[in-house]
């Protein structure tokens, strides 16, 4: 196969355009579907300052890599879950691909600073591990980013991730969550903006980027993602996209295009008052908000702001 750009020998071959990419072309590709997506959704605003919610993994590397080499300002922030041995070498990876860059990359360690780790907030707040961690995960990341004053919050979803999710919303018709299931939440109201620029690269392709980039990222899945329904949700997509390449791009654009727009007033909270967390500070509609409730029944400690080590 042949590279579409530029007839040199491929070495990618990405099936839903039905094209071939030479090293550079693809890096070229994957650079311009991420310009697409920024500019069809205006995500990041000229000299805005961006704040990268990196894992270690290659999602989160691949667009932090890209965002650099766009010529965007943008600090990774690290956050460390206490998972046993997943987080330390994935930390380790964050580190590695910030030092290699000269990039700025703040950490946040969970059991360190807020004294849980993943597995005992999930116990104590009876949750799921994955809900716990979210909510952990989404509120450091917006309070972190408001506190050294980013403009937006920038997350490794894919174009995978992203269909994946779409289809569990699908299947039980959740209006108010497919109305916040958007490439860009705006911000206010206490809450920075959250953008997601890889929603236009499948997964392959942010694993063959790093692999072309000479990126190291954790390839080892989270212990404990097991079970996690979205991961049935990406296999189902996976067979159907074998059957029929290009569907799953076409259900997650065509969701994007055509849905969204009916779905606006349907976002949920719209309209209920928000009003300061009495532990942290952040919005919530009830006195304390969850995040500080779970910190608490986990016997950890609450903190009113969060304080982030620059490396
Ligand atoms: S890190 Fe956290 Fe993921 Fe692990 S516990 Fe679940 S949500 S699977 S992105
Ligand atoms: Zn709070």
Not at 50 to 68: F, I, N
Not at 199 to 228: K, S
Not at 293 to 299: H, N, P, Q
């Amino acid at each position: 196969m042949k590279c579409r750009a530029c007839r040199a020998p491929a070495v990618v071959d990405v099936r839903r355009h039905n094209a071939g990419f030479c090293r550079d072309c693809f890096v070229e590709h994957c650079r311009s579907q991420v310009r697409r997506a920024i500019a069809d959704h205006r995500m990041i605003g000229e000299g805005e300052r961006v704040l990268v919610a990196v894992s270690g993994g290659k999602d989160s590397l691949a667009l932090w890599d890209l965002l650099l080499d766009l010529g965007y300002a943008a600090d990774g922030l690290y956050v460390g879950l206490g998972i046993e041995g997943y987080s330390e070498p994935s930390r380790e990876f964050a580190r590695g691909f910030a030092g290699s860059k000269g990039a700025e990359l703040v950490e946040v360690d969970l059991p360190g600073v807020f004294g849980y780790d993943v597995r005992r907030g999930a116990l104590a707040d009876h949750r799921v591990p994955c809900s716990a961690c979210g909510l952990s995960k989404r509120h450091i990341f917006d309070r972190a980013a408001l506190e050294a004053g980013y403009d937006v919050v920038a997350t490794g979803h894919n174009l995978d991730d992203e269909a994946a999710v779409l289809l569990g919303n699908v299947l039980r018709w959740d209006l108010a969550y497919m109305a916040r299931q958007r490439p860009v939440l705006p911000g206010g109201d206490g809450f920075p903006r959250k953008v997601k620029p890889l929603v236009r690269l499948a997964e392959r392709e942010t694993a063959a980027y790093c692999i072309l980039r000479a990126i190291d990222y954790q390839v080892e899945e989270c212990p404990m993602a097991v079970g996690n329904r979205h991961l049935g949700y990406k296999e189902a997509l996976g067979a159907i996209e074998e059957l029929s390449p290009g569907v799953k791009a076409a259900f997650y654009t065509g969701f994007v295009d055509k849905v969204l727009p009916l779905l606006a007033g349907k976002t949920p909270g719209k309209g209920t008052t928000l009003r300061p967390c009495k532990s942290c500070g952040a919005p919530t509609t009830s006195e304390r908000c969850a995040f500080c409730r779970l910190v608490e029944r986990a016997g950890g400690n609450p903190r009113q702001r969060i304080p982030v080590s620059a490396r």
